[in-house]
């Protein structure tokens, strides 16, 4: 299990997201580091007037609890771990949670239970990790979004790499 990949996942998370940005095409709006504008006022409670001075330490503490533990990445496997706190990100933890699930040919209600977990630690991780990849593609399609779906399938492809680069190297 990888209660200690947290930081790793992070590093990687943030140059998947990048700095500061303000597409207007982008319903997220203003964003640093990954976090909306809308995500970082409700997490301090109140309001800013710019993201552009987030740093990493900054955004560490907001990532772990609103991301990290609802994913469950303490108690994934490396490389898998990352997936699902990167898709959490991106789309929504319960999203990614049920996106896991589906992957593991399970009822996908969100909740990473025993059953979950019994089905996760007798997998092949590298095979889970792919088909997690290839199940957040199809989703990305779905969407219909072509402004942004290049860039979405091409974070899933590096991201499949990099998680199974971690998988493999423990």
Request: net charge positive; aromatic share 8%; hydrophobic share 35%.
């Amino acid at each position: 299990m990888s209660a200690g990949n947290y930081k790793n996942c992070l590093e990687l998370i943030l140059k998947s997201e990048g700095g500061w940005v303000n597409n207007p095409k982008d319903p997220g709006g203003e964003t640093n580091l990954g976090v909306t504008k809308a995500v970082w006022e409700e997490y301090v409670g109140h309001p800013v007037k710019t993201m552009k001075n987030l740093t990493k330490d900054d955004v560490a503490p907001l990532y772990e609890q609103k991301y990290w533990r609802p994913c469950y990445g303490e108690v994934l496997p490396r490389g898998l771990d990352f997936l699902v706190f990167s898709m959490g990100i991106n789309s929504g933890t319960g999203r990614s949670n049920k996106i896991l699930q589906s992957s593991l040919g399970i009822l996908a209600d969100g909740v990473i239970g025993p059953k979950t977990r019994e089905l996760i630690s007798s997998s092949d991780v590298s095979k889970l990790i792919a088909k997690f990849s290839e199940t957040r593609r199809e989703f990305y399609r779905s969407l219909n979004k072509p402004a942004f779906e290049k860039g979405w399938l091409s974070r899933v492809d590096k991201e499949e790499k990099e998680a199974l680069d971690m998988a493999k190297n423990g």
